[in-house]
Nanobody, 123 residues
């Protein structure tokens, strides 16, 4: 059974930073592309970052490009998302997700995501 568990969310002031973590079990982590998506209140899910199994390719949504950084540690089955220069528009629940990487694009695998961690950006 695949299990993904996020941590690291919290309340941060505008301009601040957070580092999210996701520990994965039940999946051959080192062979799987991974990513992050978020859902803000009243909005659709937004895939914001992806990374191939070996870290050779990454993807960022325009809304976070240049501010967020995805990384992974295959020795510990860990996925990370560094969030910098946060704004109120980044307030959302952030979830990690297993993905497929095909023809240069990332596709979330249905059902392979965690419960999420809340990020709130407010002064």
């Amino acid at each position: 059974q695949v299990h993904l568990a996020e941590s690291g969310g919290g309340l941060v002031q505008p301009g601040g930073s957070l580092r999210l973590s996701c520990v994965v079990s039940g999946l051959t982590f080192g062979e799987s592309a991974m990513g992050w998506f978020r859902q803000a209140p009243g909005k659709e899910h937004e895939v914001i970052a992806g990374i191939t199994f070996d870290g050779s390719h990454t993807y960022y949504a325009d809304s976070v490009k240049g501010r967020f950084t995805i990384s992974r540690d295959n020795t510990k089955n860990l996925l990370f998302l560094q969030l910098d220069s946060l704004t109120a528009e980044d307030t959302a629940v952030y979830s990690c997700v297993a993905m497929e990487f095909a023809q240069g694009d990332f596709y979330p695998r249905a059902g392979y995501w965690g419960q999420g961690t809340q990020v709130t950006v407010s002064s």
